[in-house]
C-alpha cells in the first residue's frame, strides 16, 4: 500500500513539472532561434528549479527550520539558491556555445535569475509550509478525538468492573473459611480489580505500580495453569519513580497466557518476563513458547488488541517508543521500548 502511494505521488509530481516545463516552454520558445535550443534551455531550468525546491522542502525545512535553526536555514537556504542559479547560468552558456554570456551585467544577471529563483522556491517552500500546517491541525483533531472516544470508552468499561468489584466481595464471604486458597485467589482478583478502578485514573503511574500489577495477573492465570508451566520474572528497577501510562504492558502479558504452547511431551510450556529501567527509558520483554495449534491461531487471529496496543503507544509515546514482535523457531517474542526522555 505505501509502496503503490508512494509511486502514485512521484507519478503526480513528474506530470506537474511535465506541464510546468509545457508552460513555460510555450511562453518562451519564440525568444530562442532554434525549437530544440529553447526546449533544451527550458528544460535546464525546470530541472534546476526543481531540485532546488526538492532540497529545501525534504531537506532545509524539515532539518533546519522545523528544528529552529533559523539562522542555519537562512545561510542554507540563500546559498542554496544563489549557487544553482550561478550553476544554471554556466550550463546554459554551455549549450548555447557562448560561455561568457552571463558574465557581465552582473547585476542585470541577478535581477533576470538570482531573484525569480528565490520567489519560485520561496512559493515551493511556502506550498510546503500551508500542506504541513494542515496536516499537523488534522492529526491534533485526531488525537483530541480519539482521546474522547478513549476516554469515553474507559468509562464505559469501569462499569464492569465495578459491579465485579463488589460482587466479589459478597462472594468472599461466602467461601468456607478453612478453603484458603480459594479466598486468597479471590482477594487477590479483587486487588486487581480495585486497583483498574481506582488506581489507573491518572495520567502516569510508578512502574513499580505497574510490575505489582502484572505479577498479580501472573499469579492468577498461573491458577489456570497445571505444573508444566515454567515461568521467569526479572525485574530491575533503577528510578522508582520513573512512571509509564497505566495497564501499558498487561496486553502483552496477556497474550502470552493466551498464546502459550501445550506440550504433553515432557516439555515445559515457558514463558519468559524481563523489565529494566535504567537512564529514563524502560526496556520490557515477554516471550512465550508457542506449539502448532497456538501458532495457527496466532496467525489467524484478527489481532485486535495488539493493533490498539500499537496505537495507544503511537498517541501516548510518539517518537518514544520501539515495539519489535517476531515468532522465532518456537518462541513468541515481543520486546518494548518506552523512553521519557
Known amino acids: 500500500m505505501k509502496r503503490r502511494f508512494f ?12 506541464i510546468f516545463f509545457a508552460g513555460w516552454y510555450f511562453m518562451r520558445y519564440q ?28 531537506i532545509l525545512v524539515p532539518q533546519l527550520l522545523y528544528k529552529k535553526k533559523y539562522v542555519l536555514f537562512g545561510g542554507c537556504y540563500v546559498l542554496l539558491v544563489f549557487c544553482f542559479s550561478v550553476l544554471k547560468m554556466k550550463i546554459e552558456g554551455l549549450v548555447m556555445h557562448n560561455p561568457g554570456i552571463f558574465s557581465t551585467n552582473f547585476k542585470g544577471r541577478i535581477y533576470d535569475n538570482i531573484i525569480p529563483h528565490f520567489l519560485l522556491v520561496s512559493t515551493g517552500v511556502a506550498f510546503k509550509l500551508i500542506i504541513d500546517y494542515t496536516k499537523a491541525q488534522k492529526r491534533i483533531r485526531d488525537i483530541a478525538k480519539e482521546k474522547a472516544d478513549a476516554e469515553l470508552n474507559f468509562l464505559k468499561a469501569q462499569m464492569s468492573p465495578h459491579f465485579l468489584f463488589n460482587a466479589l466481595n459478597s462472594v468472599y464471604f461466602l467461601i468456607d473459611q478453612n478453603n484458603s486458597e480459594a479466598r486468597n485467589a479471590l482477594h487477590t482478583f479483587s486487588e486487581m480489580l480495585r486497583w483498574q478502578l481506582y488506581e489507573t485514573n491518572g495520567s502516569k503511574i510508578p512502574v513499580a505500580k505497574e510490575v ?66 535504567k537512564n529514563n527509558a524502560l526496556d520490557f520483554s515477554i516471550q512465550n513458547t508457542v506449539d502448532n495449534v497456538s501458532t ?20 501516548l509515546y510518539p517518537a518514544k517508543h520501539e515495539l519489535r514482535i517476531k515468532k522465532e523457531n518456537e518462541w513468541y517474542k515481543v520486546n518494548l521500548m518506552v523512553s521519557n526522555a
Open 31 to 58: 525568444a530562442f532561434s532554434t525549437k530544440m535550443l529553447a526546449a533544451q534551455l527550458t528544460a535546464i531550468k525546470v530541472i534546476d528549479l526543481a531540485v532546488m525546491v526538492y532540497i529545501s522542502n525534504y
Open 296 to 315: 495457527k491461531f496466532i496467525n489467524n487471529a484478527r489481532g485486535i488488541g495488539l493493533n490498539n496496543v500499537k496505537r495507544r503507544l503511537e498517541l
Open 7 to 18: 509511486i502514485r505521488r512521484y507519478i503526480w509530481h513528474f506530470i506537474f513539472w511535465l
Open 212 to 277: 505489582s500489577f502484572l505479577k498479580e495477573y501472573v499469579a492468577v492465570q498461573q491458577l489456570r495453569k497445571n505444573n508444566n508451566l515454567q515461568l521467569e520474572f526479572n525485574v530491575s528497577i533503577a528510578d522508582e519513580a520513573f512512571c509509564i501510562e497505566p495497564l501499558l504492558l498487561v496486553p502483552f502479558v496477556e497474550n502470552a497466557f493466551k498464546h502459550l504452547s501445550h506440550y504433553s511431551n515432557g516439555r515445559k510450556d515457558s514463558i519468559l518476563i524481563s523489565l529494566e529501567e
